[in-house]
């Protein structure tokens, strides 16, 4: 049974950090992308961060770059993004995802899975 269960989020102060994890059963994590989106309440899904499964390319949107690290460790099946400097309107509802054999682009509508999503909040 597929699944990618993300942890890690909650209520944090401007300036603060999360850490979040997707860990991920039913399927190799070395074969596949995985992928950081997230929406925030009344906006659309957008992506955050990516890991290719077929070189060691990564990608950022430009809101978070410099701020967020993405990671993975293919013997732990889990995937971590590493949120510093947080902004309120980082405040969104975080999503991991994942595409077999994909690249760095995760383009939100060629993802095979998706978690259930971990909510973030930053507020003073």
């Known amino acids: 049974q597929v699944q990618l269960v993300e942890s890690g989020g909650g209520l944090v102060q401007p300036g603060g950090s999360l850490r979040l994890s997707c860990a991920v059963s039913?399927?190799?994590?070395?074969?596949?992308?995985i992928g950081w989106f997230r929406q925030a309440p009344g906006k659309e899904r957008e992506g955050v961060s990516c890991t290719s499964a077929i070189d060691d390319s990564i990608k950022y949107a430009d809101s978070v770059k410099g701020r967020f690290t993405i990671s993975r460790d293919n013997a732990k099946n889990t995937v971590y993004l590493q949120m510093n400097n947080l902004k309120p309107e980082d405040t969104a509802v975080y999503y991991c995802?994942?595409?077999?054999?994909?690249?760095?682009?995760?383009?939100?509508?060629?993802?095979?899975?998706w978690g259930k999503g971990t909510l973030v909040t930053i507020s003073s």
């Open positions: 995802s994942a595409e077999r054999y994909g690249s760095s682009a995760c383009a939100e509508h060629t993802m095979d899975y």
């Open positions: 039913g399927f190799p994590l070395q074969y596949y992308a």
